[in-house]
């Protein structure tokens, strides 16, 4: 539908509401209801790698360890302790006394089980990392495991506390399966599924007897609902009439709307996902400008970060200076230098790389098309007469990528979001070790990528991720832009807290 | 009579054959269905994993024909997406969308052919004139516009139905009637012209003359000949209705057969999309056979000729 019809009626609608009567029934049954656009294939996250599967999984099923969204630390959840034996052994103790939904026994089988499922090729799981860098576990006792990588991971816990490594009962699953799971989900979770109907809705009860010492807490709302809506128009009507109590991914002007009414909350929070304007630094798309590090720095220079993050981003937004999420492990933009908006200077380095009266370019985008226009509007202000080329992200990826060495891009706004893991691994190191995503395939720039990625010591690790990131700014491969925010909207009866990681904890929300 | 009929049949088979090759083509050349699954945050490597997995990467005609053989021993297949037996998916779909497209024909034709009447009863008064807008309306107005004006007024502001889910018939009321408004004015029309021909006949003056009612001339003679071209629409429109369905299902969370079809294209599920082909396909074809043996029950001539 075309997007100014519909904030049209999404602003018809909150003008019609502000005096609407309110009917808000979810505190009064304690039940929340919250809902998403996309119709998603699974419950059993091994199988379903969305973000709203990575959502509910949260509730289901628990990690071996819990990473706090406020300080991202890690905490003890499933596992109460763990241990590096050596670079490529950990070692977990595991909780005692923990019970699944059906009151299948939690202990060092179901570890053992979960994690060689996820490792094993033939079980075909949509997340890819057990494959990627689980070896085998080891049992060393009925609450104690020793899991053996593949390759040195350093990073590894921050897949321990993800969804992707969520541990299952080892008989129930043995049992029913996938389809099983779908339909029947059995986790340790705070929360318990009492009923499914796939891509539409799963209503979740609060589980009394989840764990002691859980790092999530007891749930604190009786019943969560999940509803899938796909239109954005219909999921506010919702909200406006009390049907759904909670929505996320709010537009800027839907949530301007929204906030005018009195039985709603709107806020806006940052997210790990950061924007960034990437240049083929490496030719990879032909005999581009975008070769000559003068010219990248002009780009560098042309954009307004601030005004676009105040102005247009809004929220939690701010300006980064180096190819990360600042709260990421290693992220440090102290040696970094600082592209401050000067067209007069971005039009100074044009000349000096052999272009005193602009050039022609493709620039390609694929989201919050306001923002790519932004930018091409900065980039002719100084002569780089920029040509919006908005297409699906998918499309957009296969252009980068290419064959794998040639690419068909060479000015492109992009962004990513780390699958929220807290590591630069999952970002710095994703776009810059000579993927097929690298347009730059600067040699140091992977060699101190490395030897961070496969490093134990956090203090080495820290040191070359610095040298990378620093050489990537000098270099203007990227000019990072700012973190996202996200607008979330919901009745002001409920107490909810919006995390960084783009994970709401329903869990954690109550009523007040 | 029955020459003819297996005739039809056959031709619509090797239709249904033809439309399913070219959308498993098509949708293979467009889309992938291993970057779908693998997620937004997969490097080239992941996905190329899961394609390799799912055997994705064997060569297009060998998955063809696997598909096709297993569809003719009635295994549609699996979807990759959902990873659920087609079959099964697509039968709680299709209660929807057949309840929709089949609530919204109904409508369609309650509203259209009395108005169509009454408007080539009183031909040029302002009767027909209203039967007219009201027929213009619902050709001029796109039909999600429509749609979410009703979702604010007897969703939002008056709170008499709901907004969206399909759990009971008052689910239903909002997209039948948006739905429904949009056939209504070929209905309304081919009613309508349709009467005012009958009406002007000789058989009609005859009846007349012999001093017949007006009720029993309007409804047992004028309608019973002026319906027959309606019926013929009905079957299409149907088609339409269904296909139009995409929309209102999308607006009012219905989760029927036409969305579910328009999410497996852009996540190239070949086995949903290919399903969904061969079912409306089989679909047409009854509701062609249906309309023919219906206009022959409603008009000798056509079952003698």
């Known amino acids: ?512 | 009579m029955l020459a003819f009929s297996v005739k039809r049949l056959l031709v619509a088979l090797l239709v249904a054959i033809t439309v399913s090759i070219i959308s498993f083509t098509l949708l293979r050349m467009t889309g992938d269905i291993a970057a779908e699954m693998a997620g937004e945050d997969a490097s080239a490597a992941d996905i190329e994993d899961i394609r390799h997995l799912y055997g994705l990467d064997r060569p297009l005609p060998i998955q063809y024909f696997e598909w096709a053989a297993r569809a003719l021993t009635g295994d549609l297949g699996e979807s990759l997406y959902f990873r659920r037996n087609v079959t099964e998916l697509l039968g709680g779909r299709m209660k929807v969308t057949m309840t929709l497209g089949a609530s919204a024909l109904v409508f369609a034709l309650v509203l259209a052919i009395p108005l169509g009447v009454v408007a080539a009863i009183r031909p040029n008064t302002w009767i027909d004139r209203l039967a007219l807008t009201t027929s213009v309306f619902g050709q001029a107005l796109p039909s999600f516009w429509f749609a979410l004006m009703m979702m604010i007024l007897f969703g939002v502001t008056l709170r008499w139905l709901p907004i969206s889910g399909s759990e009971t018939w008052k689910h239903f009321v909002i997209p039948t009637i948006a739905l429904g408004y949009y056939g209504t004015p070929a209905f309304m029309r081919l009613t309508r012209a349709g009467m005012m021909e009958v009406l002007a006949s000789d058989y009609i003056r005859t009846a007349r003359a012999k001093g017949l009612g007006s009720l029993s001339i309007f409804f047992k003679h004028a309608l019973r000949n002026a319906i027959i071209p309606v019926v013929s629409l009905a079957a299409v429109q149907l088609g339409f209705l269904l296909g139009g369905s995409v929309i209102m299902e999308s607006i009012f969370a219905l989760h029927g057969l036409g969305y579910l079809a328009y999410e497996s294209i852009l996540r190239s599920d070949v086995a949903v999309v290919q399903a969904v082909v061969l079912i409306f396909s089989l679909f047409y074809i009854v509701l062609t056979l249906f309309a023919d043996l219906l206009n022959g029950f409603l008009d000798p001539r056509i079952r003698i000729g």
């Open chain 1, 1 to 512: 539908m075309n997007k100014h019809l519909i904030l049209l009626l999404a602003s018809m609608l909150g003008v019609a509401l502000l005096w609407a009567p309110s009917a808000w029934a979810g505190k009064a049954n304690d039940t929340l209801v919250y809902t998403s656009e996309r119709e998603e294939p699974n419950i059993d996250v091994w199988y379903n790698s969305s973000r709203e599967g990575i959502v509910v999984s949260r509730m289901i099923w628990d990690q071996l360890i819990y990473r706090d969204p406020k300080d991202m630390s890690y905490k003890p959840h499933l596992a109460t302790a763990w241990e590096w034996k050596n670079n490529l052994a950990l070692d977990f103790t595991l909780r005692k006394g923990v019970k699944f939904h059906n009151g299948e026994p939690f202990d060092a089988d179901d570890v053992k089980f979960s994690l060689e499922f996820l490792a094993d090729p033939a079980n075909k799981t949509i997340s890819t990392y057990g494959r990627k860098f689980i070896k085998s576990v080891e049992k060393l006792g009925s609450h104690k495991v020793r899991v053996h990588l593949k390759v040195i991971t350093p990073h590894i816990l921050e897949y321990f506390a993800s969804s992707d490594f969520v541990i299952y009962p080892n008989e129930y699953y043995g049992k029913v399966g996938n389809k099983g799971m779908d339909l029947k989900p059995i986790g340790t979770g705070p929360y318990r599924v009492t009923f499914v109907d796939p891509g539409k809705i799963a209503k979740l009860e609060r589980f009394d007897d989840h764990f002691e010492g859980s790092a999530k807490g007891k749930g604190k709302i009786k019943h969560i609902v999940w509803k899938t809506i796909p239109d954005k128009v219909t999921q506010v009507a919702e909200l406006l009439t009390g049907g759904v109590d909670w929505i996320w991914r709010v537009n800027p002007d839907q949530a301007k709307n929204l906030k005018r009414n009195p039985n709603l909350t709107v806020v806006s929070s940052e997210t790990m996902r950061i924007g960034y304007v990437g240049m083929d630094a490496a030719g990879r798309s032909g005999d581009s400008p975008m070769k000559k590090l003068k010219v990248r720095q002009a780009v560098s220079h042309a954009i307004n970060r601030e005004a676009m993050a105040k102005n247009l981003a809004g929220g939690g937004a701010r300006v980064i200076h180096v190819a990360c999420f600042p709260s990421q492990f290693g992220c440090n933009d102290s040696a970094a230098p600082r592209y401050e908006y000067n067209q007069a200077k971005a039009r100074k380095l044009l000349a000096e790389a052999g272009y005193p009266n602009g050039f022609d370019i493709d620039f390609y985008a694929y989201r919050e098309r306001p923002y790519a226009e932004a930018i091409v509007g900065y980039l002719h202000e100084v002569g780089i007469r920029a040509k919006l080329k908005f297409m699906k992200y998918k499309a957009l990826r296969g252009k980068v990528r290419g064959d794998g060495k040639k690419s068909e891009t060479s000015l492109l706004f992009m962004t990513w979001g780390s699958g929220s893991v807290n590591d630069i691994s999952a970002i710095t190191s994703f776009f810059f070790k000579f993927s097929s995503d690298d347009l730059y395939r600067d040699e140091k720039v992977r060699d101190w990528l490395q030897t961070g990625d496969t490093t134990v010591s956090p203090k080495v690790r820290a040191a070359n991720y610095k040298q990378a990131l620093t050489r990537i700014a000098e270099q203007a491969y990227w000019l990072p832009l700012y973190t996202w925010s996200m607008n979330y909207a919901f009745t002001n009866e409920l107490d909810f807290t919006p995390t960084t990681d783009e994970i709401p904890r329903f869990f954690t929300a109550k009523w007040k």
